[in-house]
């Protein structure tokens, strides 16, 4: 892996991008959750602390969910423990994600200071994803979202199917604008934007980013994910970028999909914008040879190659 040591990619800088941007690390529970083979805790324990030991800051660690629904993270009590520590050594943000007040009580006992609630812009998603309506899942998320800021918690509002779905086809912007106008009056920090089936493209990215800033709601609060269905991430996070957006979701080795709709790949490799932001000369804190390295590691241990092209690359992967 001797490409950036070679001072590759070569950095470009464009104007109207932002000076830095924070990567929200997903591989170790979005990336593992759709997993068949149940991966070790101790192995995804070893995986989350290369990644931070690669520069990742805020790397999201396990979800509290039943283990009927997500038996890949059943070991989500073992698992954080194990990793706790890493917010005390090198100050890296630990985000659990929970489904509702039993798995906030889960994950408050053990500690978690950030936790990520989980909706849906559509409501064919939200009946398969949490068995209730778009309002129903809502009026559910209320006393968590309450209950993790009055014990001083961050709060991320992931929002699925902002720009398709897998049922009823292209979602409106004005619906998905709603949805998140009301995750962030009942107290969300953040939101994540997520094209959760992978479809969408720059044009349609800008639009919901103005009519969101339209609403009110300030770019500083918003982050993407992209999954690359149809190979657009890197290309709807640049217009992302473009809009003021710093704050990217990516998973290590392009790890990742959706349990719940099947025509969703992988999330956006964390190599592969890692390299974009580096040739456009914004500032990610992260050794892209360690990570590189740490996904072949994690690929050995799925055994199986990565689909991150970056990944390959440097690695010398066919």
């Known amino acids: 892996m001797t490409t950036p040591e070679l001072g590759l990619p070569m950095a470009v800088p464009a104007e109207g991008l932002p000076a830095r941007v924070r990567i929200h690390e997903v591989g170790a529970r979005d990336g ?13 324990a070893e995986f989350v602390r290369r990644l ?35 917010g005390d050594l090198s100050g890296t943000a630990l985000p659990v994600l929970v489904p509702n007040e039993r798995g906030l009580d889960r994950a ?39 209950r993790a800021k009055a014990q001083d918690a961050h709060v ?9 779905d897998p049922w009823e086809g292209p979602v409106p912007v004005p619906q998905v ?7 962030l009056d009942m107290g969300c920090d953040e939101l994540s934007l997520g094209d959760t ?29 992209f999954h690359d269905t149809y190979g657009q991430a890197l290309s709807n996070t640049l217009a992302a970028l473009q809009h003021g957006v710093t704050t990217v979701d990516a998973s290590a080795g392009g790890l990742g999909g959706c349990p719940y709709a099947k025509s969703a ?37 799925l055994g199986r190659p990565s689909p991150s092209r970056t990944v390959r690359a440097l690695s010398h992967q066919e």
């Open 32 to 44: 593992l959750q759709n997993e068949k083979a149940t991966v070790p805790t101790e192995t995804k």
């Open 52 to 86: 931070a030991d690669a520069g990742l800051t805020t790397i999201e660690a396990t979800s509290f969910v039943h283990p009927k629904w997500v038996p890949q993270l059943a070991d989500a009590e073992q698992l954080f423990p194990l990793v706790r520590d890493l």
């Open 108 to 146: 408050l006992a053990l500690g978690a200071t950030r936790i990520a609630v989980f909706a849906s812009a559509t409501e064919s998603f939200a009946k398969a994803n949490l068995n209730r309506t778009v309002d129903e899942a809502l009026a559910m998320f209320e006393p968590v979202v309450r």
């Open 156 to 164: 991320r509002g992931y929002l699925s199917m902002c720009f398709g």
């Open 177 to 183: 604008v709603r949805v998140c106008r009301a995750l």
């Open 197 to 225: 089936i992978g479809v969408a493209t720059p044009g349609h990215v800008g639009r919901l980013l103005t009519a969101l800033n339209e609403e009110g709601v300030s770019t500083p609060s918003l982050g993407v994910h």
């Open 265 to 301: 790949t992988g999330n956006l490799a964390t190599e592969d914008l890692v390299w974009m932001l580096t040739g456009l000369g914004i500032d990610t804190g992260v050794d892209l040879d360690r990570l590189t390295a740490t996904s072949v590691w994690m690929a050995e241990q």
